[in-house]
Each structure stands twice: as C-alpha cells, then as structure tokens.
Nanobody, 117 residues
C-alpha cells in the first residue's frame, strides 16, 4: 500500500550539509502530514520536522533555522535540507507519512546520518 524509501544519508563534517529524500514508491494513498524523525543511539525516536499538504511546517527546537522540510511535486515525496550540521545530529533518520483515509502511520526503514570531524 505504502512504501516509504529514504535516501541521502551519509558521513559529513560538522558545519556541512545533507539533503534527505523520501519517496513513496507505490503512492496509492495520499499521505498527510509527512515528516522526518530521528533516533540516536540509546535515545528515543524524536520528531525533527513535519509538513502538511497545505505547507504548514513544524520543527523541533534543536533544528530550527538549520533544517528545512519541503514536499515534492510528486505524490508523497518529502525532503529535508540539513545545513550547519552538528555532531549531535548524528542519528538514523526516518520518514513517516500518515494516511488520513485509513488512520494509519507508515514508516520508512531509515537512512543513517553521521556528523563527525
């Protein structure tokens, strides 16, 4: 029904940038909102940012001013532009989309972001 696939993770130095992408390879249901979460080793998964179909955005305080979430023109795509990366941004980043039609949340498998000198 929904298959979210993340890409764009990798190793970057502090102060660097990465752009994450999330695509729903099946695009059967419309997902709203869509968002990015992250989970660092030994920590709980937390919201990074999410965005509605109307373009309303919500950011964690720790990433405000550095990260930008956006939706693509293709159905059920979302991006996360990450600038001024810090070591503490190191985590597995997950894409999530909610199907309002059936009240279910869908998750991707995650992409690793490592910020290290």
């Amino acid at each position: 029904q929904v298959q979210l696939v993340e890409s764009g993770g990798g190793l970057v130095q502090p102060g660097g940038s990465l752009r994450l992408s999330c695509v729903d390879s099946r695009s059967i249901f419309s997902l709203n909102p869509m968002g990015w979460y992250r989970q660092a080793p030994g920590k709980q998964r937390e919201l990074v940012a999410d965005i509605t179909s109307d373009g309303n955005t919500n950011y964690a305080d720790s990433v405000k001013g550095r990260f930008t979430i956006s939706r693509g023109n293709a159905k059920n795509t979302v991006y996360l532009q990450m600038n001024s990366l810090k070591i503490e941004d190191t985590a597995v980043y997950y894409c999530k989309g909610r199907s309002p039609a059936i009240g279910m949340d869908y998750w991707g498998k995650g992409t690793m972001v490592t910020v290290s000198p």
